[in-house]
């Protein structure tokens, strides 16, 4: 057999994350937000979801209700079947103007980032992922390569 290159393989650390790095993810987030917006509505076998994107990148998808023109909560992407999405663009942008960051972050150790909730009335709507050290932020890469694929 030849000798393989390696693999990398899962980057662990020993120290904890610092809580003023979750202090400087969601500061982040909180400056970043009015730079959001809506890509095209990507619509699914039996839903829609609205990509938002930064600097032409993608953060997240929003779960869409085209019934109601409202967004879903995170983890519920609807069941709608046949609908007209024509105007769910428009409702995002609105819809992105009254979101809210939340004071608090979990940390996501296999991707080694925080991820900062932000909520829509009382629904989480979107997650926004930032570096381990808060400076930066995560863009979902699958989802940007896919709204690519659709044209931005």
């Not at 109601?68 to 519920?76: H, Y």
Request: proline residues 12%; hydrophobic residues 35%; charged residues 30%.
């Amino acid at each position: 057999m030849p000798d393989l290159p390696p693999i990398r393989g899962p980057q662990w650390r020993s120290e904890p994350p610092a809580e003023e790095d979750a202090e400087k993810a969601i500061e982040l987030v909180k400056k970043a937000l009015p730079l959001f917006r809506p890509g095209k509505p990507l619509r699914r076998p039996d839903g829609i979801d609205v990509p938002v994107l930064y600097l032409d990148f993608a953060m997240d998808r929003m779960h869409f209700n085209p019934l109601s023109g409202t967004p879903l909560p995170k983890g519920f992407p609807g069941h709608f079947g046949d609908f007209e999405c024509s105007s769910v663009e428009d409702k995002a942008r609105e819809i992105l103007k009254e979101l809210k960051v939340i004071d608090a972050c979990e940390f996501r150790e296999p991707e080694d980032c925080w991820v900062v909730p932000l909520a829509w009335k009382s629904f989480i709507v979107l997650h926004a992922r930032v570096s381990r050290d808060g400076r930066e932020l995560v863009p979902d890469y699958g989802l940007t390569e896919e709204v690519r694929r659709h044209g931005l």
